[in-house]
Protein backbone atom coordinates (compact mmCIF):
# COMPACT_ATOMS: atom_id res chain seq x y z
CA UNK A 1 0.00 0.00 0.00
CA UNK A 2 1.73 3.77 -0.91
CA UNK A 3 1.77 6.47 1.78
CA UNK A 4 -0.82 7.89 -0.85
CA UNK A 5 -3.19 5.04 0.52
CA UNK A 6 -2.16 5.19 4.08
CA UNK A 7 -2.95 8.36 5.15
CA UNK A 8 -7.06 8.11 4.22
CA UNK A 9 -7.04 4.85 6.08
CA UNK A 10 -5.40 6.54 9.03
CA UNK A 11 -7.61 9.42 9.31
CA UNK A 12 -10.73 7.24 9.10
CA UNK A 13 -9.34 4.80 12.01
CA UNK A 14 -8.94 8.62 14.02
CA UNK A 15 -12.51 8.95 12.86
CA UNK A 16 -13.60 5.65 13.89
CA UNK A 17 -11.96 5.90 17.58
CA UNK A 18 -12.82 9.08 18.15
CA UNK A 19 -17.03 8.57 17.38
CA UNK A 20 -16.25 5.35 19.55
CA UNK A 21 -15.28 8.07 22.25
CA UNK A 22 -18.30 10.02 21.70
CA UNK A 23 -20.78 7.37 21.86
CA UNK A 24 -19.26 6.22 25.25
CA UNK A 25 -19.87 9.68 26.42
CA UNK A 26 -23.50 9.63 25.93
CA UNK A 27 -25.00 8.87 29.06
CA UNK A 28 -26.88 12.14 31.21
CA UNK A 29 -27.75 13.19 34.56
CA UNK A 30 -30.37 15.73 35.02
CA UNK A 31 -32.90 16.88 38.27
CA UNK A 32 -33.80 19.87 40.27
CA UNK A 33 -32.85 21.28 43.67
CA UNK A 34 -35.93 22.39 45.71
CA UNK A 35 -35.67 24.79 48.69
CA UNK A 36 -38.15 22.88 51.23
CA UNK A 37 -38.20 25.48 54.00
CA UNK A 38 -38.75 28.47 51.25
CA UNK A 39 -41.19 25.93 49.46
CA UNK A 40 -39.73 27.01 46.02
CA UNK A 41 -37.20 25.76 43.31
CA UNK A 42 -33.39 26.51 44.54
CA UNK A 43 -31.80 28.76 42.09
CA UNK A 44 -28.44 29.45 41.63
CA UNK A 45 -27.08 26.57 43.85
CA UNK A 46 -24.40 24.56 42.82
CA UNK A 47 -24.25 20.66 42.34
CA UNK A 48 -21.00 18.61 42.20
CA UNK A 49 -20.72 15.58 40.54
CA UNK A 50 -17.44 13.26 40.63
CA UNK A 51 -17.18 10.27 38.97
CA UNK A 52 -15.92 7.33 41.21
CA UNK A 53 -14.84 5.26 37.98
CA UNK A 54 -14.00 4.02 35.98
CA UNK A 55 -10.53 5.98 36.12
CA UNK A 56 -9.32 8.74 36.33
CA UNK A 57 -12.03 10.25 38.56
CA UNK A 58 -13.30 13.56 36.94
CA UNK A 59 -15.10 16.22 38.55
CA UNK A 60 -18.07 18.61 37.09
CA UNK A 61 -19.99 21.21 38.50
CA UNK A 62 -23.27 22.72 37.27
CA UNK A 63 -25.14 25.76 38.63
CA UNK A 64 -29.52 25.02 38.35
CA UNK A 65 -31.22 28.03 36.87
CA UNK A 66 -34.32 29.90 37.78
CA UNK A 67 -36.52 26.76 38.29
CA UNK A 68 -34.06 24.56 39.99
CA UNK A 69 -32.93 22.62 37.19
CA UNK A 70 -29.66 21.37 36.80
CA UNK A 71 -27.80 18.89 33.88
CA UNK A 72 -24.63 17.05 33.03
CA UNK A 73 -24.32 15.64 29.05
CA UNK A 74 -21.64 14.03 27.69
CA UNK A 75 -21.30 11.51 30.34
CA UNK A 76 -19.20 8.36 30.30
CA UNK A 77 -20.80 5.05 31.56
CA UNK A 78 -19.84 4.34 35.30
CA UNK A 79 -20.49 4.73 39.16
CA UNK A 80 -21.20 8.67 40.02
CA UNK A 81 -21.31 10.10 43.45
CA UNK A 82 -22.89 13.97 43.04
CA UNK A 83 -24.48 16.54 45.92
CA UNK A 84 -25.27 20.20 46.17
CA UNK A 85 -24.90 23.59 48.45
CA UNK A 86 -27.53 26.69 48.87
CA UNK A 87 -26.33 29.72 50.60
CA UNK A 88 -28.80 28.88 53.44
CA UNK A 89 -27.01 25.33 54.04
CA UNK A 90 -23.68 27.28 53.99
CA UNK A 91 -25.22 29.05 56.53
CA UNK A 92 -25.86 26.56 58.99
CA UNK A 93 -22.47 25.05 58.67
CA UNK A 94 -24.51 22.30 56.66
CA UNK A 95 -22.67 19.69 54.15
CA UNK A 96 -25.31 17.85 52.46
CA UNK A 97 -23.97 13.87 52.07
CA UNK A 98 -23.11 12.75 48.72
CA UNK A 99 -25.71 10.03 47.07
CA UNK A 100 -23.84 7.64 44.70
CA UNK A 101 -25.78 6.35 41.36
CA UNK A 102 -24.61 4.13 38.23
CA UNK A 103 -25.23 5.34 35.14
CA UNK A 104 -25.41 2.98 31.61
CA UNK A 105 -24.43 3.74 28.53
CA UNK A 106 -26.89 6.54 26.60
CA UNK A 107 -29.09 6.22 29.60
CA UNK A 108 -30.44 9.40 31.28
CA UNK A 109 -30.62 9.52 35.02
CA UNK A 110 -33.04 12.03 37.15
CA UNK A 111 -32.46 12.64 40.63
CA UNK A 112 -34.27 15.49 42.33
CA UNK A 113 -32.18 16.98 46.26
CA UNK A 114 -34.61 19.44 48.45
CA UNK A 115 -33.30 20.95 51.25
CA UNK A 116 -33.78 19.75 54.76
CA UNK A 117 -37.60 21.24 56.56
CA UNK A 118 -37.46 23.87 58.68
CA UNK A 119 -38.54 21.49 61.37
CA UNK A 120 -35.75 19.38 60.94
CA UNK A 121 -33.33 21.93 61.33
CA UNK A 122 -34.67 23.72 64.66
CA UNK A 123 -34.83 19.82 65.68
CA UNK A 124 -31.30 19.56 65.08
CA UNK A 125 -30.50 22.90 66.27
CA UNK A 126 -32.74 22.52 69.12
CA UNK A 127 -33.27 18.98 70.39
CA UNK A 128 -35.67 19.53 73.27
CA UNK A 129 -37.97 22.22 71.58
CA UNK A 130 -41.28 21.76 71.35
CA UNK A 131 -42.30 22.15 67.16
CA UNK A 132 -44.53 25.11 67.37
CA UNK A 133 -45.35 27.40 64.30
CA UNK A 134 -43.66 30.73 64.25
CA UNK A 135 -40.90 29.75 66.59
CA UNK A 136 -36.97 29.14 65.56
CA UNK A 137 -33.61 29.02 66.92
CA UNK A 138 -30.67 31.77 66.86
CA UNK A 139 -27.42 30.38 67.12
CA UNK A 140 -23.54 30.91 66.79
CA UNK A 141 -19.57 31.82 68.29
CA UNK A 142 -18.69 34.07 70.23
CA UNK A 143 -15.10 35.20 69.79
CA UNK A 144 -12.68 37.73 71.00
CA UNK A 145 -12.65 40.92 68.50
CA UNK A 146 -8.87 41.65 69.48
CA UNK A 147 -7.55 37.86 69.81
CA UNK A 148 -9.78 35.75 67.77
CA UNK A 149 -10.24 33.45 70.55
CA UNK A 150 -13.55 32.20 72.17
CA UNK A 151 -14.93 34.65 74.40
CA UNK A 152 -16.20 31.75 76.76
CA UNK A 153 -17.32 34.34 79.38
CA UNK A 154 -19.54 36.12 77.08
CA UNK A 155 -23.43 36.45 77.42
CA UNK A 156 -25.71 36.93 74.57
CA UNK A 157 -28.91 38.98 75.27
CA UNK A 158 -32.46 39.03 72.89
CA UNK A 159 -35.51 41.00 72.98
CA UNK A 160 -38.79 41.25 71.30
CA UNK A 161 -41.91 42.61 71.51
CA UNK A 162 -44.86 40.66 70.82
CA UNK A 163 -48.45 41.72 69.94
CA UNK A 164 -51.43 40.26 71.72
CA UNK A 165 -55.35 40.93 71.87
CA UNK A 166 -56.99 40.48 74.63
CA UNK A 167 -60.34 39.37 75.48
CA UNK A 168 -61.86 43.06 74.73
CA UNK A 169 -59.92 42.92 71.17
CA UNK A 170 -57.75 45.46 72.80
CA UNK A 171 -53.95 45.01 71.56
CA UNK A 172 -51.72 44.34 74.36
CA UNK A 173 -48.00 44.71 73.79
CA UNK A 174 -45.54 42.37 76.04
CA UNK A 175 -41.87 42.86 75.61
CA UNK A 176 -40.15 40.08 75.71
CA UNK A 177 -35.97 38.59 76.50
CA UNK A 178 -33.60 35.97 77.00
CA UNK A 179 -29.90 35.79 77.83
CA UNK A 180 -27.91 32.76 77.66
CA UNK A 181 -24.23 32.30 78.65
CA UNK A 182 -22.31 30.77 75.75
CA UNK A 183 -19.85 27.30 76.35
CA UNK A 184 -16.44 27.08 77.34
CA UNK A 185 -15.99 26.68 72.79
CA UNK A 186 -17.70 30.48 72.33
CA UNK A 187 -20.99 28.42 71.38
CA UNK A 188 -24.83 29.73 71.90
CA UNK A 189 -28.12 28.72 71.91
CA UNK A 190 -31.22 30.66 71.75
CA UNK A 191 -34.07 28.19 71.31
CA UNK A 192 -37.87 29.24 71.26
CA UNK A 193 -37.23 32.81 69.72
CA UNK A 194 -39.84 34.18 67.42
CA UNK A 195 -39.61 33.72 63.47
CA UNK A 196 -40.11 36.62 61.16
CA UNK A 197 -39.55 39.34 63.83
CA UNK A 198 -36.96 41.94 64.43
CA UNK A 199 -34.47 40.99 67.35
CA UNK A 200 -32.24 42.98 69.34
CA UNK A 201 -29.09 41.77 69.72
CA UNK A 202 -26.38 42.19 72.18
CA UNK A 203 -22.85 40.54 73.40
CA UNK A 204 -22.14 41.48 76.92
CA UNK A 205 -18.79 40.27 78.51
CA UNK A 206 -18.34 41.40 82.58
CA UNK A 207 -18.87 45.23 82.61
CA UNK A 208 -19.05 45.66 78.71
CA UNK A 209 -21.27 45.37 76.30
CA UNK A 210 -20.90 45.50 72.09
CA UNK A 211 -23.55 47.07 69.65
CA UNK A 212 -26.86 46.22 69.35
CA UNK A 213 -27.81 44.39 66.29
CA UNK A 214 -31.43 43.99 64.50
CA UNK A 215 -31.41 40.39 63.01
CA UNK A 216 -34.54 38.09 61.84
CA UNK A 217 -35.06 34.37 61.96
CA UNK A 218 -36.76 33.72 58.90
CA UNK A 219 -39.24 30.77 57.69
CA UNK A 220 -36.58 28.30 57.78
CA UNK A 221 -36.54 28.56 61.72
CA UNK A 222 -33.01 28.94 61.92
CA UNK A 223 -30.14 31.72 61.81
CA UNK A 224 -26.21 31.32 62.24
CA UNK A 225 -24.98 34.39 63.61
CA UNK A 226 -21.27 34.53 64.32
CA UNK A 227 -20.82 37.38 66.94
CA UNK A 228 -17.59 39.35 68.76
CA UNK A 229 -16.95 41.83 71.42
CA UNK A 230 -13.45 43.89 71.77
CA UNK A 231 -13.19 45.12 75.39
CA UNK A 232 -11.24 47.64 74.10
CA UNK A 233 -13.87 49.31 71.94
CA UNK A 234 -17.27 48.44 73.68
CA UNK A 235 -18.98 50.56 75.81
CA UNK A 236 -19.38 49.81 79.59
CA UNK A 237 -22.44 49.07 80.71
CA UNK A 238 -22.38 51.57 83.63
CA UNK A 239 -22.67 53.90 80.27
CA UNK A 240 -25.38 52.44 78.75
CA UNK A 241 -27.53 52.58 82.03
CA UNK A 242 -26.85 56.14 82.33
CA UNK A 243 -27.75 56.55 78.84
CA UNK A 244 -31.01 54.70 79.16
CA UNK A 245 -31.83 56.44 82.53
CA UNK A 246 -31.44 59.95 80.32
CA UNK A 247 -33.71 58.87 77.31
CA UNK A 248 -36.59 58.23 80.16
CA UNK A 249 -36.58 61.83 80.89
CA UNK A 250 -36.26 62.99 77.09
CA UNK A 251 -32.45 63.90 77.37
CA UNK A 252 -31.25 63.17 73.97
CA UNK A 253 -27.54 63.40 75.11
CA UNK A 254 -25.85 60.21 73.74
CA UNK A 255 -22.25 58.93 74.92
CA UNK A 256 -18.98 59.97 73.21
CA UNK A 257 -18.99 57.85 70.07
CA UNK A 258 -16.81 54.43 69.40
CA UNK A 259 -13.19 54.36 67.54
CA UNK A 260 -10.67 51.90 67.17
CA UNK A 261 -7.55 50.40 65.32
CA UNK A 262 -10.09 48.74 62.54
CA UNK A 263 -10.34 48.93 58.76
CA UNK A 264 -13.41 48.74 56.85
CA UNK A 265 -13.11 49.08 52.82
CA UNK A 266 -15.56 48.37 50.37
CA UNK A 267 -17.83 49.30 46.91
CA UNK A 268 -21.08 50.65 46.68
CA UNK A 269 -23.02 49.52 43.92
CA UNK A 270 -26.52 50.01 42.64
CA UNK A 271 -28.92 46.77 42.08
CA UNK A 272 -27.81 47.11 38.29
CA UNK A 273 -23.86 46.92 39.42
CA UNK A 274 -23.16 50.50 38.85
CA UNK A 275 -20.92 51.71 41.27
CA UNK A 276 -22.68 54.89 43.29
CA UNK A 277 -21.01 57.92 43.83
CA UNK A 278 -21.75 60.29 46.80
CA UNK A 279 -23.40 57.42 49.28
CA UNK A 280 -22.45 58.22 52.64
CA UNK A 281 -21.14 55.52 54.98
CA UNK A 282 -20.75 55.00 58.30
CA UNK A 283 -20.56 52.35 61.47
CA UNK A 284 -23.23 53.07 63.53
CA UNK A 285 -22.13 54.44 67.15
CA UNK A 286 -18.31 55.04 65.32
CA UNK A 287 -16.69 58.32 64.89
CA UNK A 288 -15.73 58.68 61.88
CA UNK A 289 -18.01 58.69 58.17
CA UNK A 290 -16.98 58.84 54.95
CA UNK A 291 -18.22 59.01 51.30
CA UNK A 292 -17.65 56.77 48.18
CA UNK A 293 -16.13 58.21 45.23
CA UNK A 294 -16.76 58.06 41.80
CA UNK A 295 -15.72 54.59 41.57
CA UNK A 296 -18.31 53.37 44.25
CA UNK A 297 -15.14 53.27 46.79
CA UNK A 298 -14.88 53.86 51.01
CA UNK A 299 -12.59 53.45 53.24
CA UNK A 300 -12.88 53.83 57.18
CA UNK A 301 -10.29 53.90 58.94
CA UNK A 302 -10.06 53.89 63.11
CA UNK A 303 -13.17 51.96 63.67
CA UNK A 304 -14.32 49.87 66.51
CA UNK A 305 -13.53 46.42 66.46
CA UNK A 306 -16.23 43.63 66.99
CA UNK A 307 -19.77 42.92 65.53
CA UNK A 308 -20.55 46.13 64.23
CA UNK A 309 -23.71 47.81 61.92
CA UNK A 310 -22.65 48.94 58.80
CA UNK A 311 -25.22 51.77 57.33
CA UNK A 312 -24.88 53.14 53.73
CA UNK A 313 -27.43 55.92 52.59
CA UNK A 314 -27.79 57.83 49.62
CA UNK A 315 -30.58 60.39 48.38
CA UNK A 316 -33.17 58.57 45.94
CA UNK A 317 -31.92 54.73 47.13
CA UNK A 318 -33.21 52.81 50.80
CA UNK A 319 -30.97 52.65 53.76
CA UNK A 320 -29.03 49.67 53.76
CA UNK A 321 -27.70 47.98 56.96
CA UNK A 322 -25.30 45.30 57.13
CA UNK A 323 -23.72 43.06 59.34
CA UNK A 324 -19.75 43.20 59.52
CA UNK A 325 -16.67 41.38 61.97
CA UNK A 326 -14.32 44.40 62.38
CA UNK A 327 -10.73 43.43 64.16
CA UNK A 328 -7.99 45.43 65.77
CA UNK A 329 -5.14 46.50 63.65
CA UNK A 330 -6.91 44.62 60.57
CA UNK A 331 -8.68 45.77 57.29
CA UNK A 332 -11.88 44.28 56.17
CA UNK A 333 -13.38 44.65 52.59
CA UNK A 334 -17.15 44.40 51.61
CA UNK A 335 -19.30 45.70 48.80
CA UNK A 336 -23.01 47.39 49.48
CA UNK A 337 -26.13 46.73 47.29
CA UNK A 338 -28.38 49.76 47.25
CA UNK A 339 -31.95 49.42 45.62
CA UNK A 340 -33.67 52.57 44.41
CA UNK A 341 -36.58 54.23 45.42
CA UNK A 342 -39.44 53.90 42.89
CA UNK A 343 -41.90 56.50 43.31
CA UNK A 344 -44.59 57.23 40.33
CA UNK A 345 -45.02 61.05 39.21
CA UNK A 346 -48.07 62.36 40.43
CA UNK A 347 -51.10 60.32 38.16
CA UNK A 348 -54.29 61.40 37.88
CA UNK A 349 -57.38 59.24 39.56
CA UNK A 350 -59.19 57.46 37.63
CA UNK A 351 -61.03 54.94 39.79
CA UNK A 352 -62.56 55.11 43.80
CA UNK A 353 -61.15 51.89 45.09
CA UNK A 354 -57.98 53.19 46.86
CA UNK A 355 -54.29 52.31 45.63
CA UNK A 356 -53.50 51.81 49.58
CA UNK A 357 -55.22 48.63 50.70
CA UNK A 358 -53.11 47.93 53.91
CA UNK A 359 -53.44 51.67 54.68
CA UNK A 360 -57.46 51.81 54.09
CA UNK A 361 -58.21 48.60 55.96
CA UNK A 362 -55.89 50.12 59.56
CA UNK A 363 -57.53 53.26 59.22
CA UNK A 364 -60.64 51.46 59.79
CA UNK A 365 -58.97 49.78 62.64
CA UNK A 366 -59.25 52.72 64.95
CA UNK A 367 -55.46 52.92 65.62
CA UNK A 368 -52.12 54.67 64.68
CA UNK A 369 -52.89 58.17 62.77
CA UNK A 370 -53.47 58.50 58.86
CA UNK A 371 -52.90 61.37 56.38
CA UNK A 372 -54.07 60.88 53.06
CA UNK A 373 -52.91 62.69 49.88
CA UNK A 374 -54.76 65.20 50.00
CA UNK A 375 -53.72 66.22 53.76
CA UNK A 376 -50.39 65.79 52.74
CA UNK A 377 -50.34 68.52 50.49
CA UNK A 378 -52.31 70.83 52.39
CA UNK A 379 -49.66 70.87 55.43
CA UNK A 380 -46.90 71.89 52.45
CA UNK A 381 -44.35 70.22 53.71
CA UNK A 382 -40.39 70.85 52.23
CA UNK A 383 -39.25 67.65 53.52
CA UNK A 384 -41.33 64.80 54.76
CA UNK A 385 -40.00 65.05 58.60
CA UNK A 386 -42.10 68.01 58.53
CA UNK A 387 -44.97 65.94 58.89
CA UNK A 388 -43.77 64.81 62.00
CA UNK A 389 -42.35 68.10 63.28
CA UNK A 390 -44.71 69.24 66.40
CA UNK A 391 -47.55 68.56 63.97
CA UNK A 392 -48.30 64.61 65.05
CA UNK A 393 -49.00 64.21 68.45
CA UNK A 394 -46.45 61.11 70.11
CA UNK A 395 -43.50 62.28 67.51
CA UNK A 396 -40.51 64.31 67.72
CA UNK A 397 -37.75 65.40 65.31
CA UNK A 398 -34.17 66.21 65.54
CA UNK A 399 -31.94 67.39 62.49
CA UNK A 400 -32.96 67.99 59.00
CA UNK A 401 -32.40 66.94 55.46
CA UNK A 402 -30.38 63.21 55.10
CA UNK A 403 -29.61 63.43 59.12
CA UNK A 404 -33.17 63.85 60.71
CA UNK A 405 -34.46 60.85 62.51
CA UNK A 406 -38.29 60.71 64.20
CA UNK A 407 -38.50 59.53 67.69
CA UNK A 408 -41.61 58.59 69.56
CA UNK A 409 -42.21 60.24 72.61
CA UNK A 410 -44.25 57.25 74.19
CA UNK A 411 -40.76 55.94 75.90
CA UNK A 412 -39.11 53.06 74.87
CA UNK A 413 -38.66 49.51 75.20
CA UNK A 414 -35.37 48.95 77.35
CA UNK A 415 -32.58 46.76 76.26
CA UNK A 416 -28.67 47.58 77.36
CA UNK A 417 -26.92 49.36 74.76
CA UNK A 418 -30.21 50.72 72.76
CA UNK A 419 -28.75 54.68 73.31
CA UNK A 420 -30.13 57.85 73.05
CA UNK A 421 -33.77 58.54 72.41
CA UNK A 422 -36.38 55.61 71.02
CA UNK A 423 -36.06 56.17 67.32
CA UNK A 424 -39.29 55.47 65.12
CA UNK A 425 -39.20 52.70 62.71
CA UNK A 426 -39.87 54.08 59.00
CA UNK A 427 -41.31 51.51 56.30
CA UNK A 428 -41.25 52.30 53.11
CA UNK A 429 -44.32 50.84 50.79
CA UNK A 430 -44.72 48.36 53.35
CA UNK A 431 -41.34 46.70 52.07
CA UNK A 432 -38.16 48.41 53.57
CA UNK A 433 -37.90 48.89 57.71
CA UNK A 434 -35.60 51.23 59.56
CA UNK A 435 -35.35 53.66 56.52
CA UNK A 436 -34.53 57.51 56.78
CA UNK A 437 -37.58 59.46 56.96
CA UNK A 438 -36.02 62.16 53.93
CA UNK A 439 -34.94 59.37 51.44
CA UNK A 440 -38.82 60.34 49.76
CA UNK A 441 -39.69 63.35 48.13
CA UNK A 442 -43.32 64.47 50.33
CA UNK A 443 -44.30 65.48 46.59
CA UNK A 444 -44.09 61.45 46.08
CA UNK A 445 -46.21 60.22 48.77
CA UNK A 446 -49.59 58.96 48.75
CA UNK A 447 -50.59 58.26 52.15
CA UNK A 448 -49.12 57.73 55.68
CA UNK A 449 -49.28 56.04 58.65
CA UNK A 450 -47.88 56.63 61.79
CA UNK A 451 -47.74 54.54 65.05
CA UNK A 452 -46.23 56.28 68.15
CA UNK A 453 -46.22 53.30 70.10
CA UNK A 454 -46.22 49.28 69.59
CA UNK A 455 -50.38 49.36 69.99
CA UNK A 456 -51.67 48.68 67.12
CA UNK A 457 -48.83 48.92 64.38
CA UNK A 458 -48.73 46.28 62.27
CA UNK A 459 -47.10 42.92 63.99
CA UNK A 460 -44.94 42.12 60.73
CA UNK A 461 -42.69 45.63 61.73
CA UNK A 462 -40.12 46.34 64.21
CA UNK A 463 -42.58 48.57 66.16
CA UNK A 464 -40.82 48.29 69.74
CA UNK A 465 -40.30 52.55 68.77
CA UNK A 466 -43.30 52.76 66.98
CA UNK A 467 -43.60 52.99 62.93
CA UNK A 468 -44.29 55.18 60.18
CA UNK A 469 -45.18 53.08 56.90
CA UNK A 470 -44.95 55.92 54.05
CA UNK A 471 -46.76 55.03 50.40
CA UNK A 472 -45.18 56.31 47.58
CA UNK A 473 -47.91 57.35 44.96
CA UNK A 474 -48.96 54.54 42.59
CA UNK A 475 -51.64 53.86 40.30
CA UNK A 476 -55.00 53.10 41.82
CA UNK A 477 -56.38 49.65 41.59
CA UNK A 478 -59.74 49.52 38.96
Given at each position: ?8 W ?37 V ?28 V ?28 E ?8 A?P ?20 A ?48 G ?99 A ?14 T ?17 L ?8 S ?36 E ?28 G ?29 VN ?38 A ?14
Amino acid sequence: MSSRQLIPWCLAGLFATAFAASAQRSARIQGTVTDSIHAKPAAAAPVLLTRLSPEPTEFRSAITDEKGRFHFDTLVAGHYAITFATPYLDSLHLIMPDRELRVAEGQTVQIDFATPSGATLRAAACPDLQPEQGKGALLGKVTDADTDQPLSSARVAVSWTELTVDSALHPVTTARGAMVAVDSLGRYHLCGVPTNTWLLVQVQNSDRAGSVLTMTVDAGGVLVRDLSLSSTAARSLASLDSAAAAAAHHDTTTPSLLTGTATLAGTVRSTSGQPLSRAQVRIRDARVLDYTDSLGHFTLTNQPAGSQLLEVRRVGYLLDQVPVELRSGRRVETTVTLARIVSLDSIRIVAHRSAYTDFERRRTEGFGRFLDEKEIEQQHPMETSDLFRDRLPGFSVEGSGDSAKVFTTHGRFELSGALGPCKVNVVIDGLFQHQDVNLVDPATIGAVEAYPGPAGAPIQYDRACGVIVIWTKRQAVR
